[in-house]
């Protein structure tokens, strides 16, 4: 996967529009939890008080596939507020300058990685993140025989006959997404002191010779 120097700087803007984004969620979510006033501009009848003190904005999440995770990394450093990451397949390569934003990042962060789209560089880059996570736990899974999309709903949105010549992977992609959503779940129950749940315990225990732990 080969990408131009000259990319980079409008890769920056987009990061810097997304983190934005990402904050004013949190800022919006926040509001509507204080019960705050605010016009809706979607011009529908919901009553935006029903989402007051309703809402534990205590340890937010966030999460992100691809340059999503490259965003949520970027918002962790910046936005304190954000408590957990969990970073799948993350494309690194926006970061691979950026020495000082894993000494920024003192929160949590589970990388969820595929086997097929990662590159030497970008696993390089991703190391730095877990070598040097002096403040917080940063965990690394790789899931076996998985592709890029195993982590959305693209392969379910096109027919079979697409998916099985351009989307294939050696695992069965809902058994992909299913470990992934709870590897994804474990994680975030550990991260707020939360007891296993036991059916996804079983299910990865289970399927334990799909899942590998650390950068291959």
Not at 92 to 115: C, H
Not at 139 to 150: A, F, M
Request: net charge neutral; glycine share 4%; aromatic share 10%.
């Amino acid at each position: 996967m080969q990408f131009e120097k000259d990319d980079m700087p409008l890769r920056q803007q987009q990061l810097q529009i997304r983190m934005r984004e990402c904050s004013q969620t949190l800022d919006l979510l926040f509001k509507l939890n204080g019960g705050a006033e605010l016009e809706n501009i979607t011009q529908s009848s919901m009553n935006l008080g029903a989402f007051k003190n309703v809402m534990d904005l205590s340890s937010p999440a966030i999460a992100g596939h691809s340059f999503g995770s490259t965003t949520l990394l970027r918002t962790l450093a910046a936005d304190k507020r954000y408590k957990i990451g969990l970073a799948m397949d993350a494309w690194m390569w926006p970061l691979k300058d950026e020495l000082e934003l894993t000494r920024n990042i003192q929160q949590p962060v589970l990388f969820i990685n595929s086997e097929t789209f990662q590159t030497s560089h970008n696993l390089e880059t991703m190391k730095r993140f877990t070598a040097n996570a002096d403040y917080a736990e940063r965990s690394v899974l790789t899931l076996r025989g998985s592709i890029h999309d195993n982590q959305n709903d693209v392969p379910y949105l096109l027919p079979w006959y697409i998916r099985r010549f351009t989307y294939h992977s050696a695992i069965h992609p809902l058994l992909a997404l299913q470990l992934n959503n709870c590897i994804s779940l474990r994680y975030l129950r550990q991260c707020l002191g939360h007891p296993p749940d036991e059916e996804h315990s079983k299910l990865l225990e289970h399927y334990a010779q799909w899942i590998y732990r650390g950068i291959p």
